[in-house]
DNA sequence: CGTCTTCTTGACCGTTTGGTCAGGTTTCGT
DNA sequence: ACGAAACCTGACCAAACGGTCAAGAAGACG
């Protein structure tokens, strides 16, 4: 061997390439079509792979295995399915505030309803993976919005209503849009895409839940 | 072979054995629990048998495949679970019909939870398998109640809404109860099966399509 | 009681699936 | 341009799964 000067590169500096970026995005894209329309079962990793345009064990050299994409998934789209929640104000008028929130929740569902079978999925099965989650931060956020509720009740702003059961229908109603697509596509030969559809969903929702809290819907 | 007489027996009289009639039945319950609780693709022909306390061979003596058995599962349940909107009267008072409604479809997301999540699954991923009941039957099922909802209103009985969405409103919130039994027991440490919470929540969602359709629900 | 039917099982088979591995190709800093 | 990472692939493997089959056990009827 000559005693060249050995020239070395760093082996990594931080961060992910931008193959790793792309990569990863295009995987964790197709798995959330693949997951939430044939659930964690039903999905193998070679289609999952295909879906990527990339080979099943290229796909196993950025996820060590199906657990780890599925968790991988979940994870990347709790953040945001939990966000409009989050972002209901103790200060705001509360007609407006519940408005913006049904009206947020609908939005999801008409964009990204695939996210929301996806954890639709993962609780009707027991939530076997983000109980922790669920147990952690949902609860504790559950119980600080029920206080703001309450305390819109208190000043005498809505009616009395249990704020965890007002939560729960809330979310019962704007999911089932995104959940029963299907279904209601059957039925109506409509879907949240469908402009006119989705202002109709709204307002029903809208109406049902302000009445519903001794506020009389605005008419336009 | 001898010309001895040949005693015979009637092959089959007619209908199914004590046995037969037994054994289907712990394997269509055992199958609705698997089911349920991992999809058509994460439960196994063996898990059911288990399940069922007999072989993997003898379960296959009675249904011939895994989509067998699923079909039979999907159809001992469909009619059960549609019965409830069957009944809703149009000579009736709207406010009883609607609140004897919700009431059954709270007890059957009590009584029979796993029955609303295989539904909810297999709606959920497309609904391959009953397409067609969804297309034939129950989509005539909800036009002839939308008529009813419909007549309801001309005869300003109720204020004014789109019937077919007040149908899927109804629907959303019973069924979250069951569907996501989990998410609620996590976050309130209650179910359906909880009489005073059941209670809570059939006063929650009375309350709500009741005042959301005009109708003051009346205070005890 | 004898015999035909129904019921039940364990052994077995082909396919699918998640995952490994050795080796080739591309990328990129120097 | 060069060499070391990073990236990518096809061949391969073991386990799990749906389903078949031959043959024994239990049940029912004359």
Chains 1, 2 share one sequence.
Request: charged letters at 25%; aromatic letters at 8%.
């Amino acid at each position: 061997m000559s005693g060249a000067k050995r020239q070395t590169r760093k082996p990594r500096p931080e961060g992910l390439s931008r193959i790793q970026e792309m990569n990863r995005a295009k995987i964790l894209d197709a798995a959330l079509g693949q997951f939430s329309r044939y659930g964690y079962s039903g999905t193998t990793i070679e289609k999952i792979s295909g879906e990527a345009g990339m080979s099943k064990s290229n796909l196993l050299y950025y996820f060590a295995s199906k657990p780890d994409i599925y968790e991988a998934v979940l994870e990347h789209i709790l953040d945001v399915w939990l966000a409009p929640l989050r972002s209901l104000d103790p200060e705001g008028d509360p007609a407006a505030e519940l408005s913006a929130y049904i009206r947020q929740k609908l939005q999801m569902s008409a964009e990204r309803p695939e996210a929301s079978r996806l954890f639709a999925n993962e609780v009707m099965q027991g939530a076997p993976r983000i109980r922790r989650v669920l147990e952690e931060d949902l609860k504790g956020l559950v119980a600080e919005k029920s206080e703001v509720i309450r305390h819109w009740m208190a000043a005498g702003k809505i009616r009395q209503t249990d704020p965890v059961h007002l939560i729960f229908l809330i979310w019962a109603m704007t999911q089932h849009y995104a959940d029963f697509q299907t279904q209601i596509e059957v039925l109506t030969g409509r879907t949240l895409q469908d402009p006119d559809f989705r202002k109709g969903a709204e307002e029903a929702v809208i109406a049902m839940v302000l009445s519903g809290l001794g506020l009389v819907p605005k008419d336009r």
